[in-house]
């Protein structure tokens, strides 16, 4: 096994078959990055949004493309989070026009994070969010002609947004091209379920990933996580719950989120910006119910930990 340091100046900002790989490694091998945050010399402490200059085009700066020696069409490529440290900044933001709710929030709006007091960061007086950091773009590069922003996903992973791969977790990924060409970015220090807002807290982040290589197809992106609670942080309080039952799975999951944010300015006073952010980086959209025909049922989970109250 052979340690590496990924040069922190390499980085592309979309998906293209096309792109030389930038490192080579043999399965067992760990590597050590510095990965830019979303956003990197867009925002900054301090900004308001007119200070912002966002590009979708390089908002993302995604580490790679690495290829896994040995590795065929039809491979899956085993990544291994070894460690995942925040840097010291972080935002979140309503992006114009995006997110679940962009009728309810016409108004972009930017929200700054310190992250420097060890395992919380304050959303505002009274919530205190757990800061556990992941990825939200993992993935192996597509066997498709042209290039593809990074987000949404695609079916060598990409723009996952799954917030469970953290430290321990393995994720299993698909090899469309010889090597694997594997990027990734977009660290996160939190998250909930759903990001419904568009943004997580968006950071710079420290990682060591090992790579491994299984002689097998693999069904799609798939991980497993060490044993215990998905969300140990958040199960200590018990939850806040909310419902949307509607005909379609995207209105079902509007209605949850309006009325978790409700739910939280009746219970918890927070206004409507701060509630429907707090959905964003604490609370977790899910299908509580897809059988009965017609009518689904999506739900809200908000974990009653972050109020300090």
């Keep these: 096994m052979a340690e590496h340091v990924f040069d922190p100046s ?7 078959r096309d792109i030389p790989t930038a ?3 043999a399965p067992g091998d760990v590597v050590h990055f510095d990965v830019l945050m979303a956003g990197e010399r867009q925002i900054a402490a301090g900004y308001t949004y007119a200070d912002c200059s966002f590009d979708f085009d390089t908002l993302y700066n995604l580490c790679g493309p ?3 020696a040995g590795a065929e069409v039809g491979d899956t490529l085993a990544i291994e989070v070894l460690s995942l440290q925040t840097g010291p900044y972080g ?7 995006v997110g679940l709710l962009p009728d309810d929030f016409p108004e972009p709006y930017v929200h700054h994070f310190d992250l420097t007091r060890g395992e919380t960061t304050t959303l505002c007086d009274g919530v205190e969010i757990p800061i556990v950091p992941f990825c939200g773009t993992m993935g192996t590069c597509p066997d498709r002609p042209g290039q593809f922003a990074p987000f949404p996903p695609h079916e060598g992973g990409g723009n996952i947004d799954t917030r469970h791969i953290t430290v321990g977790t393995r994720l299993y990924l698909p090899v469309h091209l010889a090597g694997g060409r594997f990027s990734f970015g977009d660290p996160h220090a939190a998250q909930g379920d759903g990001e419904v807002c568009v943004a997580a807290i968006e950071c710079g982040m420290k ?5 491994g290589l299984l002689k097998r197809t693999s069904p799609g992106p798939w991980f497993v996580t060490p044993p215990g ?8 309080r018990g939850y806040y719950g909310t419902t949307g039952i509607a005909p379609d799975l ?5 209605m949850a989120v309006r009325a978790m944010i409700e739910l939280l300015g009746i219970e918890e006073g927070l206004d409507p910006t701060m ?27 908000m974990p009653r930990a972050v109020f300090t109250g």
């Design 10 to 16: 390499i980085f592309h900002h979309v998906w293209d």
């Design 66 to 68: 690495i290829d896994v």
């Design 23 to 25: 490192l080579t490694v």
């Design 229 to 236: 609670s998905l969300t140990p942080a958040a199960d200590v």
């Design 275 to 301: 509630a429907y952010m707090l959905c964003s980086l604490a609370g977790d959209l899910k299908i509580f119910e897809i059988v009965d025909m017609g009518m689904w049922n999506v739900g809200m989970c």
């Design 207 to 211: 990682a060591s990933l090992r790579f």
């Design 91 to 97: 935002w979140c933001a309503f992006l114009e026009g």
């Design 250 to 254: 995207m209105e079902g999951a509007r």
